[in-house]
C-alpha cells in the first residue's frame, strides 16, 4: 500500500491558523460575555450600610434622649404576641464626655427585629462651638465597639466620626441640620450566612429633610429632636471588599430614611428601611449594579439593575 503525501502551501496554513486562533478568540469573547448577574456582592455592602445607619442613628437618639425608643432601654413590650424584655443600657460618664449602650451578652430582639449583644461606646469630646447635643452645629461623635453582634454577624468599629456641619445660628425654617460621617466598619459573617469578612469604609453627608417642622425639632435649640419623626437624606461614597474578597466602590445618591416608615409594625415595629434612592455599587473588573429603594413607598421592595446587561430583578431581598 502507498502512503498518499498531503502538501499544505504556507498561504494555506496561514489561512488555517488565523481561523483556529479568531475561533479561540470568539469562544474565548463568549465565555468572558457571561452576564454576571449575581448581587450577593450587593448584598454584602447594604448590610454594612445599615449597620452603620444604625450605630449612628443609636449613638445620636441615646444622647439626645437619653434613651433608645426605636431599640428600647428599660420596660418590658409586647411585640408580635410576646412580651420583650429590656433590650439594653444607657451609661452617661458626664466628666469624660463619653456614653456606652450596652446590649448585655446575651442577643436581645430589639424593637427592630434585630438580635443584639456588647457594647457601643461613644465620645463626644472632640465637639466644638461649646455643643453638647447632636442637634447642635460642631457637635462631633466618634465610636467604637466591644464585642458588638448583630445578627450573629460580629461588628467591629475600626473608627467612625459624625459630626454636626450645620452653621452657626443657623434657620431651622430654612436651613436643615446636617452631619458628615466617616467610618470604617468590618463584619464578619458566622458560617451560617456563608463566612467571610466584609470591609466597609465610607464617608457620607446626611441632612434631617424635616428640620423645619417644629415637632421634629424645636426652633429654639433647647429640645431634643424627636428621632421617631424624623427623615433623613443620606449622600456619599464606599468601598471596600465583600464577604467572597472581591473590592468594590459604591456611590450612595439621596437614599431616605424615614423612621415613620414601619411596612411591618407587628414583629418590627421599629424597622425602618430606605424608602427611597439609589447606589451604584460597582465589583472589581464587573459592570455596575444599581440599587434602587424605590420611589417614597413604604415597603421592603429593593430592585437591583446591571445596565450594562439590560438586566432587572425587582424580587431582591436584603438584609
Same mark, same amino acid.
Given at each position: 500500500?502507498?502512503?498518499?503525501?498531503?502538501?499544505?502551501?504556507?498561504?494555506?496554513?496561514?489561512?488555517?491558523?488565523?481561523?483556529?486562533?479568531? #475561533?479561540? /478568540?470568539?469562544?474565548? =469573547?463568549?465565555?468572558?460575555?457571561?452576564?454576571? +448577574? @449575581?448581587?450577593? !456582592? %450587593?448584598? &454584602?455592602?447594604?448590610?454594612?450600610?445599615?449597620?452603620?445607619?444604625?450605630?449612628?442613628?443609636?449613638?445620636?437618639?441615646?444622647?439626645?434622649?437619653?434613651?433608645?425608643?426605636?431599640?428600647?432601654?428599660?420596660?418590658?413590650?409586647?411585640?408580635?404576641?410576646?412580651?420583650?424584655?429590656?433590650?439594653?443600657?444607657?451609661?452617661?460618664?458626664?466628666?469624660?464626655?463619653?456614653?456606652?449602650?450596652?446590649?448585655?451578652?446575651?442577643?436581645?430582639?430589639?424593637?427592630?427585629?434585630?438580635?443584639?449583644?456588647?457594647?457601643?461606646?461613644?465620645?463626644?469630646?472632640?465637639?466644638?462651638? #461649646?455643643? /453638647?447635643?447632636?442637634? =447642635?452645629?460642631?457637635?462631633?461623635?466618634?465610636? +467604637? @465597639?466591644?464585642? !458588638? %453582634?448583630? &445578627?450573629?454577624?460580629?461588628?467591629?468599629?475600626?473608627?467612625?466620626?459624625?459630626?454636626?456641619?450645620?452653621?452657626?445660628?443657623?434657620?431651622?425654617?430654612?436651613?436643615?441640620?446636617?452631619?458628615?460621617?466617616?467610618?470604617?466598619?468590618?463584619?464578619?459573617?458566622?458560617?451560617?450566612?456563608?463566612?467571610?469578612?466584609?470591609?466597609?469604609?465610607?464617608?457620607?453627608?446626611?441632612?434631617?429633610?424635616?428640620?423645619?417642622?417644629?415637632?421634629?425639632?424645636?426652633?429654639?435649640?433647647?429640645?431634643?429632636?424627636?428621632?421617631?419623626?424624623?427623615?433623613?437624606?443620606?449622600?456619599?461614597?464606599?468601598?471596600?471588599?465583600?464577604?467572597?474578597?472581591?473590592?468594590?466602590?459604591? +456611590?450612595?445618591?439621596?437614599?431616605?430614611? &424615614?423612621?415613620?416608615?414601619?411596612?411591618?409594625?407587628?414583629?418590627?415595629?421599629?424597622?425602618?428601611?430606605?424608602?427611597?434612592?439609589?447606589?451604584?455599587?460597582?465589583?472589581?473588573?464587573?459592570?455596575?449594579?444599581?440599587?434602587?429603594?424605590?420611589?417614597?413607598?413604604?415597603?421592603?421592595?429593593?430592585?437591583?439593575?446591571?445596565?450594562?446587561?439590560?438586566?432587572?430583578?425587582?424580587?431582591?431581598?436584603?438584609?
Amino acid at each position: 500500500m502507498k502512503t498518499k503525501s498531503i502538501l499544505i502551501s504556507s498561504a494555506t496554513a496561514g489561512l488555517i491558523a488565523v481561523l483556529f486562533i479568531t #475561533g479561540c /478568540k470568539k469562544k474565548d =469573547q463568549q465565555q468572558e460575555e457571561q452576564p454576571d +448577574t @449575581s448581587y450577593s !456582592y %450587593v448584598q &454584602d455592602h447594604n448590610q454594612a450600610e445599615i449597620y452603620n445607619n444604625d450605630i449612628g442613628n443609636i449613638g445620636m437618639e441615646a444622647k439626645e434622649n437619653g434613651t433608645l425608643s426605636n431599640y428600647r432601654v428599660t420596660g418590658n413590650t409586647y411585640v408580635g404576641g410576646i412580651t420583650a424584655a429590656p433590650c439594653a443600657t444607657v451609661t452617661l460618664d458626664t466628666a469624660a464626655k463619653t456614653f456606652t449602650v450596652d446590649f448585655g451578652t446575651t442577643p436581645c430582639t430589639c424593637l427592630d427585629g434585630r438580635k443584639r449583644s456588647g457594647k457601643l461606646i461613644y465620645n463626644y469630646s472632640a465637639s466644638t462651638n #461649646g455643643a /453638647k447635643w447632636p442637634r =447642635q452645629p460642631g457637635f462631633s461623635i466618634s465610636c +467604637t @465597639s466591644q464585642n !458588638y %453582634v448583630v &445578627d450573629s454577624h460580629t461588628v467591629n468599629i475600626i473608627n467612625r466620626t459624625h459630626t454636626n456641619t450645620t452653621p452657626l445660628g443657623f434657620n431651622p425654617s430654612t436651613t436643615n441640620i446636617t452631619w458628615t460621617t466617616s467610618a470604617n466598619i468590618q463584619i464578619i459573617k458566622p458560617s451560617t450566612a456563608g463566612g467571610g469578612t466584609i470591609t466597609w469604609t465610607a464617608t457620607r453627608n446626611t441632612e434631617l429633610t424635616n428640620t423645619s417642622d417644629p415637632t421634629v425639632y424645636d426652633p429654639s435649640g433647647n429640645y431634643p429632636i424627636a428621632w421617631n419623626k424624623v427623615i433623613l437624606r443620606l449622600n456619599g461614597t464606599a468601598s471596600g471588599t465583600t464577604a467572597s474578597g472581591v473590592s468594590y466602590t459604591a +456611590t450612595m445618591s439621596n437614599l431616605i430614611w &424615614d423612621a415613620t416608615c414601619t411596612p411591618d409594625p407587628i414583629l418590627r415595629p421599629r424597622r425602618h428601611p430606605f424608602k427611597s434612592g439609589t447606589i451604584t455599587f460597582t465589583p472589581s473588573n464587573k459592570p455596575a449594579r444599581v440599587i434602587d429603594f424605590g420611589n417614597g413607598s413604604c415597603d421592603f421592595n429593593v430592585c437591583v439593575s446591571i445596565p450594562a446587561y439590560s438586566y432587572t430583578n425587582c424580587n431582591v431581598t436584603l438584609p
